[in-house]
């Protein structure tokens, strides 16, 4: 049995509604908590419940067996890197047994994505525009993050709303194009319900910084959150 926890706040299997592997497949491992405070945030305040790690991988065996096969785990969160001396334990058990690893994460704490990137398969992640979150710039961290993170496939999401200030957009594109220009990157409409994806001032925003970001970026797609389209959680 063994002795290490993790506020999970909830083990499901659903589809994958985001990024560059939408419409996958997937096993939910979302840990409680953040580092940071976005404004729009639909996921702070879901409360956490101490797992240990045999308790973890069971119910993701569990579910594999109900509902499986599936794509990848993913680690999502609030933010799972918070959880690093969990993960350096959880990691290694879970490719044992077979899983592959789909981490989504805000795209900051690179120091941890160190100890943990030898296990990921797939990295998710953010770029936050302060303009968006009402949070501080972290450009700099985004940098350290996406040049350690190239190692594995990864994509990069960004969360899109009108508040968007275009020089903090056009600063962030040429962050990425610095360190790799072919980075797939995701433009997602902030709206969490079906009804903001029909906002067509927001639609027509996501139009043309898409135009300006692939003046910059070779790679740009405007991705909305498939799940909450579809109505599956
Ligand atoms: S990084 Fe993600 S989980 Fe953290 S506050 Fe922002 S939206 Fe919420």
């Given at each position: 049995m063994s002795t290490q926890t993790a506020a999970v706040s909830e083990i499901f299997s659903s589809l994958q509604g985001e990024g560059t592997h939408l419409g996958e497949r997937h096993l939910f491992l979302r840990f409680e908590a953040c580092n940071i405070h976005c404004e729009y945030c639909d996921e702070l305040g879901k409360p956490g419940y101490g797992l240990d790690l045999d308790q973890t991988i069971e119910s993701l065996k569990k579910l594999e067996q109900e509902?499986?096969?599936?794509?990848y785990v993913s680690l999502t969160g609030g933010e799972p890197l918070l959880y690093v001396s969990f993960l350096t334990a959880l990691l290694p058990r879970l490719k044992q047994e077979g899983f592959k690893i789909y981490l989504e994460t805000n795209g900051i704490l690179w120091k941890v994505l160190e100890q943990v990137i030898?296990?990921?398969?797939v990295i998710a992640m953010d770029v936050k525009p302060a303009s968006v979150t009402?949070?501080?710039?972290f450009l700099k961290e985004h940098e350290q993050f996406l040049r350690l993170s190239l190692q594995k496939e990864t994509f990069i999401k960004m969360i899109i709303s009108k508040e968007i200030v275009l020089e903090e957009f056009q600063n962030l594109c040429s962050m990425i194009s610095r360190v790799d220009l072919k980075v797939p990157l995701i433009l997602q409409p902030i709206?969490?319900?079906?009804d903001g994806h029909e906002d067509p001032d927001l639609m027509n925003l996501l139009s043309e910084l898409q135009t300006v970001a692939l003046g910059i970026l070779d790679d740009v797609r405007i991705v909305p959150r498939l799940h909450k389209i579809l109505g599956i959680r």
């Open positions: 509902k499986g096969p599936h794509g030898h296990w990921c398969d009402k949070e501080r710039s709206s969490a319900e079906v």
